[in-house]
């Protein structure tokens, strides 16, 4: 009975008490205008909503979902919205309850990407920034070592963290290639050869994949092609997607600098949707409403892919030790691909001990403290303000 509930989705409703498809839909709209502070905030929304009020999933229903997201790159919130869709309506639900989950926070951050072009001259935009990327880069540090935690359990995945941080800083080798000899180092280590052989066929075809993908020199092809690479190996969430555009919008095509893009992710951290949607910011800045739709779309088209193609395989995927030995090569690796970015982006975030006393205090506040991510946000967004209001009252002195 309880394998059958497994691997029958529709079954498992019936356990788990979905309700309507109107009230799933109605919940991930109304989720899309107020699911604030990244994917730990969002998924406790959701777990609150849809475990503990309403008893749409059962707990563990709720957990082993969670466990197969966790394992995809991407962001894993959109990922949980566009499975529980897929569970009430299969296919089109999953697309409704994930477009649903993005679009108020795209639209929104789109409308703000078009205010920070037109009035970033301006010394309150300014001044509000000036409190809010120190706060965002002691949230990514943040999140840098709890990544580090989930991902290093053991010598090997260290030292393949301190191998791709040393590789990407030091010898310049693409931080994509370093992503994936991580990850079929640790599979050959963990598996072995013998059994490495007899699995080929099983193994990721990812070299396969990029060779059959055509190369061309537009710009919207190039945004298309960075965004959707960035989607498909963000293993790590948004931390990693920042990794991504770091090298490829800001260093190889110069659509932006880090400083602007480190802007885009403070604007993301306080702004309803995904983390991941300061790819909105950069495709707008790139290409303008045209360029963030292109980038909104195929930054997040691999998660809908990987979730409805394997939503119905999720216990034999995450059983399998190829793949899992695959991810975690991976993963530790991206913490140290991270690592390197962070570092680059510090000057554009600390100024001046005040801008390095907030990163300080953001990043003890969530470590230290526990206090949701969610909740600094806010507080440095309302800081950056306070501080805007104060800087020209005083000017008009």
Known sequence: MESALKSSPTAQ?????MPSWREVFLYFLTLGFINIGGPVAQITMMYNHMVERHHWLSDDRF???MAFCHMLPGPEALQLAIYVGYLKKRLAGGILAGLTFILPGALVMIALSWMYVAYSGLPQVNNVLYILKPAVLGIIAAGILKLGRASIRNLFLALLLLAAFVGLKFGGINFLLLLLLAGFLNLLVAEGWPRLRKARATLPAIGAFISLFPFAN????QMSWLFFKTGLFSFGGAYASIAFLEHGAVEQHQWLTSSQLLDGVALSVATPGPFMLFATFVGFLAGGVTGAIIATFFVFLPSFVFVLAGARYDEKVRDNPFVQAFLAGASAAVVGVIIVVSLE????????????VIALIAFLVITVLKVDVAKVALG???GGVLYALAKGLWSSS
Not at 218 to 221: I, T
Not at 345 to 356: F, Q
């Open 13 to 17: 409703d019936n356990v788990d008490q």
């Open 345 to 356: 982006l510090l000057p554009a975030a600390l100024l001046d001990l005040p801008t390095i």
């Open 63 to 65: 957990v082993r979902i």
């Open 218 to 221: 537009s710009r919207w092809f």
């Open 380 to 382: 440095a967004m309302t």
